[in-house]
């Protein structure tokens, strides 16, 4: 079955470049880890492009829409994260606890909606065209940034993540037709 029957209803790919800098961040192990181990980072840097998937519902001149990355690279300086073990006692990572560790950007990431521990971007949007080629863009993008210390810590995790939220307006035009 063809999707030209469904003009109302699209599916896409595309390349998302992205970038994340923020000041004083706490990262954790995945949520499924048993220790409150975190590494604090002064600041934190990254940047990544990823390939994505996207579908979108058009209601009149509205789109309504969702994308997320499927797979992405990240990259950045490496910056060094206080590693705050637990307190109740000496994991795996004990000889670490209350060092500074020098972690840099998870470099290869697979679907970080659905995965722990993955840098990458996801996206819903509602988009109303105000002519045939210019449109605005009311959206929210849900990302998460990963950092990797050098060693394996509390209950064998290397990576550290923290996730943030964005709501945004923008305009939007086709780059071709």
Do not use: C
Not at 14 to 22: C, I, P
Not at 105 to 127: C, F, H, I
């Amino acid at each position: 079955m063809s999707l030209n029957n469904f003009r109302w209803f699209r599916l896409g790919w595309g390349v998302r470049a992205w970038g994340y800098y923020a000041g004083r961040t706490d990262m954790f192990p995945k949520s499924s880890a048993l220790s409150s181990d975190t590494l604090k980072f002064g600041r934190i840097s990254a940047n990544g492009a990823s390939f994505l998937a996207g579908a979108n519902f058009r209601l009149w001149k509205f789109d309504i829409g969702a994308n997320t990355d499927l797979f992405g690279v990240a990259f950045g300086l490496k910056r060094r994260g206080l590693y705050a073990g637990s307190g109740l006692y000496a994991g795996e990572g004990g000889e670490y606890y209350n060092k500074y560790l020098a972690s840099n950007p998870a470099t290869v990431n697979v679907l970080p909606l659905v995965m722990d521990k993955q840098s990458g971007q996801s996206e819903v949007y509602v988009r109303f065209w105000i002519t045939d080629q210019i449109g605005v863009k009311v959206a929210y993008t849900h990302g998460r940034v990963t950092y990797a210390a050098p060693y394996k810590l509390d209950n064998g995790q290397k990576r550290y993540s923290t996730t943030y939220g964005v709501p945004y307006v923008a305009l939007s035009f086709p780059l071709y037709n």
